[in-house]
């Protein structure tokens, strides 16, 4: 049973910055796309940033230059570095593993954005 494993949310500032790190039960990064989704209050889950194996990565619109995906496959984790935080992007953020029709979910990480 694969499991993915979230840490890093917490409470920051505006404009402050935070390191999300999802930690696989086994090698699944290095044969899997990794993606960091969202979910506000009252809204869909949305795509934040994904990195396939090959390492090609695709953002949201909405986080494209402030957000970068990562992943380091010894370790068998998949990071997303963000910078100059919003108060809009606070939300669960969840990652998923996925190839073909199977697919994976974290339990998600709590980001709260607020002065």
């Known amino acids: 049973q694969v499991q993915l494993v979230e840490s890093g949310g917490g409470l920051v500032q505006p404009g402050g910055s935070l390191t999300l790190s999802c930690a696989a039960s086994?090698?699944?990064?290095?044969?899997?796309?990794g993606a960091w989704y969202r979910q506000a209050p009252g809204k869909q889950r949305e795509l934040v940033a994904s990195v396939a194996p090959g390492g090609t990565t695709n953002y949201a619109i909405s986080v494209k230059g402030r957000f970068t995906i990562s992943r380091d496959n010894a370790k068998n984790t998949v990071y997303v570095q963000m910078n100059s935080l919003k108060p809009e992007d606070t939300a669960v953020y969840f990652c998923?593993?996925?190839?073909?029709?199977?697919?994976?979910w974290g339990q998600g990480t709590q980001v709260t954005v607020s002065s």
């Open positions: 086994g090698s699944i990064f290095r044969f899997n796309t």
């Open positions: 998923k593993a996925y190839s073909g029709t199977r697919e994976y």
